[in-house]
């Protein structure tokens, strides 16, 4: 197993807390999407898509989603079950997760990519460049606000996202929530229900790696 | 359960089309969003997020995402399976799923809506309405031919999206390429490996419904 690592970006660290709550050793390599590392013919071969995280497993199949890294680590290594135990309680934790990605992440990632000069044709991930749109740069911000309201209405009596279990929708949706600070949206007392949780999940050991 | 459907939408035609694979009977209602119905507080009170499909189970919990729709189903009703047996063939399966999503379904709806008068304020579907941005329309359209052109490269030499085996990332996909043609995008001859695929997948009577 090999483990592609950036440590600077949201999707890789989805992976790296998933597997440091799992407690998993698995060698890392780190790729510098600061130096463009990722669009390099040697990681090309590795993901042509160009994304990071990928989990390259025993077999050589190189997994390049988050959602195919942490399925796949459920199963190589059930404990703690992270995913669910039950078909709803399955089916709940991967909802979270996939409404985190869609309301959350790429809104967040809308306004950080289309607002940052320093990202000036590299409004997507991937091997194509696309050049900035400011429009979507402030859809994405107005957004982003209106999923940390979600998330906080959704955490009111609740200690998980999801199944009153610590799972992978937690690691998601804290991971983005986090990442919402590099457009200047923060988590504060504002947000109760949403603040209480945050700052329990900033205190596991996997969350400052 | 219960089944909320939505005939003229791509995201419930791959749970709808999931359903008719496992050839379940599950009692549905369609909600027009042509109508704006998804809109109404009767159906907000189902899915506040106002999107379509909806599973709502026997213990009345209600499931909005194609992803846990299909793995409740996959676990309640195991044959034939459709999200892989293996952990390996599972998470290949979810991979490809995400990557159409994120690649392809994504890219198309981002045409269609920000570049279709019928859509003006609703770039997004949810509760809140958004202006359409007409370099996302532009953007979108270049993204979703570039997402048929790796899925041609994807499926030179294959039969299936993903696992050898047809599954829930062949649904997903089909329905999203399928839908491309709202935005004049189609699969013809110049894809020769893509084009056999789909036109094998417009065959299954799970398509027709």
């Known amino acids: 197993?090999?483990?592609y690592d950036c440590s600077t970006a949201p999707s890789p660290r989805r992976a790296r807390m998933f597997i440091a709550e799992k407690e998993i050793n698995i060698p890392t390599t780190e790729v510098?999407?600061?130096?463009?590392?990722?669009l390099k013919p040697e990681f090309l071969k590795i993901n042509p898509r160009a994304t990071i995280p990928v989990l390259v497993t025993d077999?050589?199949?190189?997994l390049t989603e988050n959602?195919?890294?942490?399925?796949?680590l459920e199963e190589a290594h059930p404990n703690p079950p992270l995913m669910g135990r039950t078909p709803l309680e399955k089916a709940e934790i991967l909802q979270w997760a996939a409404i985190a990605e869609s309301q959350g992440g790429a809104a967040i990632a809308e306004a950080l990519r289309n607002g940052n000069p320093h990202m000036k044709g590299r409004a997507l991930p991937g091997p194509d460049n696309y050049e900035q749109i400011p429009a979507l740069a402030e859809r994405g911000l107005a957004r982003?606000?209106?999923?940390?309201?979600m998330m906080?209405?959704?955490m009111q009596g609740r200690d998980w996202v999801a199944a009153d279990q610590f799972s992978y929708a937690d690691i998601t949706c804290f991971v983005l929530c986090d990442f919402a600070r590099m457009i200047k949206v923060r988590i504060d007392e504002s947000k109760p229900a949403?603040?209480?949780?945050?700052t329990k999940m900033k205190d596991r050991p996997?969350?400052?790696l």
Chains 1, 2 share one sequence.
């Open 67 to 72: 959602l195919a890294i942490a399925t796949w």
């Open 59 to 62: 077999e050589g199949v190189a």
């Open 144 to 149: 982003a606000g209106r999923f940390l309201e």
């Open 32 to 38: 510098s999407i600061a130096k463009g590392e990722q």
């Open 152 to 154: 906080d209405e959704r």
């Open 1 to 3: 197993m090999h483990f």
């Open 194 to 198: 949403l603040n209480a949780w945050y």
């Open 206 to 208: 996997s969350a400052s």
